[in-house]
Nanobody, 115 residues
Framework: QVQLVESGGGLVQPGGSLRLSCVAS????????MGWYRQAPGKQRELVAT???????NYGDSVKGRFTISRDNAKNTVYLQISSLKLEDTAVYYC?????????WGQGTQVTVSS
């Protein structure tokens, strides 16, 4: 069993920035797939960004150039730096890990963009 704890969400004005963190209860050193997803009210959960063990990254079209995913294996933590925030970025952001074919999700952290 793996526990994931997200943090860093909050209320921010358009154009602002936040850094989200996801701390795992086990080592992430050998985990090949980690990612961030988000779900806005009334919408399906969507991919935000993923990062592989080798460091390669992938981003959803709506966040390319504004969001950056990274990992710190020593801290068992995955980060999501979000910048140039827009109203439509408002959502609950979830961390996801895949361990031996099993999906693990965090409880989510709310990001609200509002003027």
């Amino acid at each position: 069993q793996v526990q994931l704890v997200e943090s860093g969400g909050g209320l921010v004005q358009p154009g602002g920035s936040l850094r989200l963190s996801c701390v795992a209860s086990r080592s992430i050193f050998r985990l090949n797939y980690m990612g961030w997803y988000r779900q806005a009210p009334g919408k399906q959960r969507e991919l935000v960004a993923t990062i592989r063990s080798g460091g390669s990254t992938n981003y959803g079209d709506s966040v390319k150039g504004r969001f950056t995913i990274s990992r710190d294996n020593a801290k068992n933590t995955v980060y999501l730096q979000i910048s140039s925030l827009k109203l439509e970025d408002t959502a609950v952001y979830y961390c996801r890990l895949v361990v031996d074919g099993t999906d693990y999700w965090g409880q989510g952290t709310q990001v609200t963009v509002s003027s």
